[in-house]
Nanobody, 124 residues
Framework: HVQLVESGGGSVQPGGSLKLSCVAS????????MGWFRQVPGKEREGVAT????????YYADSVKGRFTISRDNPDNTLYLQMNSLKPEDTAMYYC??????????????????WGQGTQVTVS
């Protein structure tokens, strides 16, 4: 049973940066897509950035384009989210997730069936 473990969250001032990491508990996580999602109390979980491991295609929500970068370190099976120029509206619980679908469905939250426990990001 593969688990995803996020780290790197914390509190930062507006304009600051944070780098989130997500590590799979087992090597050989067989998923084509990995992504970062976020959720604030009372709202639905939303996609932030996804990456298709088959071709390196990436997707970003409009609200984070140009500020966030998703990447993966294949040998270590680690997913990253570099967040720059953080804004108060970026405050949320951030989750790492994995899915075994093609690129066309990589951005659909409903396709992700392996989730981490979340890491809190607070910008204020």
């Amino acid at each position: 049973h593969v688990q995803l473990v996020e780290s790197g969250g914390g509190s930062v001032q507006p304009g600051g940066s944070l780098k989130l990491s997500c590590v799979a508990s087992e090597r050989g996580l067989n998923r084509n897509c990995m992504g970062w999602f976020r959720q604030v109390p009372g709202k639905e979980r939303e996609g932030v950035a996804t990456i298709y491991l088959g071709g390196g295609n990436t997707y970003y929500a409009d609200s984070v384009k140009g500020r966030f970068t998703i990447s993966r370190d294949n040998p270590d099976n680690t997913l990253y989210l570099q967040m720059n120029s953080l804004k108060p509206e970026d405050t949320a619980m951030y989750y790492c997730a994995a899915a075994n679908v093609g690129w066309a469905r990589c951005g659909l939250r409903s396709e992700y069936n392996v989730w981490g426990q979340g890491t809190q990001v607070t910008v204020s």
